[in-house]
């Protein structure tokens, strides 16, 4: 498969997991996206999570404790590694959510690390982060 089919492929799952857990509050469906050993760095967690079940909970937590009205990704910069098996994702995100009865609007960065297993990608890692202050 030639390399800008490998960038479409990876960006539309990247697209998809957050499509389920921002746009559709559906977070349990990470399930089918986070790979059985994902390891996360979060802003609010002072020390790595550790595995899918660990991870899903984590973006579970957040959607439950908030109220989404927007998200976008922009800029969106794809590198493909290993024949095509790996792949780095980062971007910058907008979103705004209702929390603590507040609305924040917030901006940020996002970075995924994913693997091909069995003819599909899995999110292996990812970091993220609002932009600095």
């Not at 910058?92 to 996002?110: A, C, E, L, V």
Request: proline content about 4%; some cysteine; glycine content about 6%.
């Amino acid at each position: 498969m030639e390399e800008s089919k490998i960038k479409e492929e990876v960006w539309q799952t990247v697209q998809a997991l957050n499509r389920v857990w921002a746009l559709e509050g559906n977070a349990d469906e990470l399930n089918n996206y986070f790979h059985e050993d994902m390891v996360a760095i979060t802003p609010t967690a002072p020390e790595r999570i550790e595995g899918r079940d660990a991870c899903v909970a984590g973006w579970k937590a957040f959607v439950e404790a908030t109220k989404i009205h927007y998200w976008k990704e922009i800029d969106p910069k794809i590198q493909i590694y290993n024949n095509g098996k790996s792949a780095v994702v980062t971007y910058y995100f907008d979103m705004s959510f209702d929390m603590g009865g507040q609305t924040i609007k917030m901006g940020g960065r996002d970075m995924f690390m994913l693997v091909k297993e069995d003819q599909k990608w899995w999110v292996v890692a990812d970091q993220f982060s609002p932009y600095p202050q």
